[in-house]
């Protein structure tokens, strides 16, 4: 599936069955399933999504081999904002307070003492990814929306911003790679205790996490950098 380039003839419950990683994709996009059989021209026009956005990040997205190529230059900043917030209000709103809750049960269920240690590395973990969105939603994406707003207008005023988007591309390190750890401590370390089924559930929710965070950071490299880098360059034509 993954190697396949989406175009706006398929149909989205096609894409949807065959790769789960559609599920969490769409809602971003404010699509809701009940699909029907509607292609994703379709769809995009009935949601007044801009259908070359789309395809641009829905293969960004599902491909980690595909590149975005010139269609980047028309680009909607607004939208792509819109889709980045999103997906980290799934994170924050649904995947983390679930793996919050599936935790929990580990401990009531686990009586061992290396439970604390787990729970501790947990919070840990949960924090940095806590703090890792709350900059982009707070500092990055203000100045992109700010960025894209003033290069619309003639007099280009950003005067008062000390920012750019270099400083966000070399903080942007990779939250998902300590997940590894997390998952190393259940796979490896933790020992055989009256857990086998919470245990699974857990690393089953924690892989798919992981690989949510993958393609996420994979849409700010490519598509995110990207643009803004070529709106900077732009703005210093002006
Ligand atoms: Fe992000």
Not at 1 to 7: A, E, G, H
Not at 103 to 127: C, G, N, R, S, W
Not at 183 to 203: E, G, H, W
Not at 208 to 224: G, P
């Amino acid at each position: 599936m993954t190697d396949i380039v989406i175009s706006g003839n398929m149909k989205l419950a096609d894409i949807a069955n065959l790769d789960k990683r559609a599920l969490v994709f769409l809602p971003r996009f404010g699509i809701d399933l009940g699909l029907g059989d509607k292609t994703i021209k379709e769809t995009c026009q009935t949601h007044n999504i801009n259908v070359d956005f789309f395809l641009l990040m829905i293969n960004v997205f599902l491909n980690k081999n595909y590149f975005p190529d010139r269609k980047l230059k028309n680009l909607d900043v607004g939208m792509l904002l819109m889709y980045l917030e999103n997906s980290h209000k799934y994170y924050l709103e649904e995947k983390i307070p679930y793996l919050e809750k599936l935790i929990e049960v580990f401990k009531q269920t686990v009586k061992h003492p290396a439970t604390k240690q787990l729970d501790m590395f947990f919070k840990q973990y949960i924090l940095e990814v806590k703090e890792h969105l709350a900059y982009e939603d707070q500092t990055a994406f203000p100045y992109v929306a700010k960025l894209a707003e003033e290069m619309k207008n003639e007099n280009v005023n950003l005067s008062d911003i000390d920012y750019h988007i270099g400083v966000f591309e070399e903080r942007h390190d990779n939250i998902e790679e300590k997940l590894s750890d997390l998952k190393n401590l259940l796979i490896k370390y933790f020992p055989p205790s009256n857990d086998r089924y919470i245990r699974i559930r857990i690393l089953y929710e924690l892989a798919d996490f992981e690989e949510d965070l993958m393609n996420h950071a994979r849409i700010e490299d490519k598509v995110l950098i990207s643009i803004v880098a070529q709106l900077e360059k732009n703005m210093h034509k002006k």
